[in-house]
């Protein structure tokens, strides 16, 4: 499975952003699915995650500001970002097939990342 995740930059504060996580080489219905942030001198963080069922789950601190969704036509896997803060200043990664857990960061395949600036 091979991920391309875009749809990064630059916004400001309050402002929204919609992640776009590509998926080829499987079908997008066959894995569940997840988004991780990481900031600078920080360890990657689960952000939100959505299952082969389509249940969802996000980090305490994304809950109620982001929307995971998905396309299984598309293949793609979608973070709307809403209510952003400089908190979010992150690169985004999206993964595939968790192996334990979805809050884990060790997914089977991981998209190469996307920037996120937001400034205050």
């Known amino acids: 499975v091979q991920l391309q995740a875009f749809g990064g930059g630059l916004v400001q504060a309050g402002g929204s952003l919609r992640l776009s996580c590509a998926a080829s080489?499987?079908?997008?219905?066959?894995?569940?699915m997840g988004w991780f942030r990481q900031a600078p001198g920080k360890e990657r963080r689960f952000v939100a995650a959505?299952?082969?069922?389509?249940?969802?789950y996000y980090a305490a601190s994304v809950k109620g500001r982001f929307t995971i969704s998905r396309d299984n036509g598309k293949n793609t896997v979608y973070l709307q970002m809403n209510s952003l803060n400089a908190e979010d200043t992150a690169v985004y990664y999206c993964?595939?097939?968790?192996?334990?857990?979805?809050?884990?960061?060790?997914?089977?395949?991981w998209g190469q990342g996307t920037q996120v600036t937001v400034s205050s």
């Open positions: 080489g499987r079908t997008g219905s066959s894995y569940g």
């Open positions: 959505i299952t082969i069922g389509d249940s969802t």
């Open positions: 993964a595939a097939e968790p192996r334990r857990s979805f809050y884990r960061d060790d997914y089977s395949y």
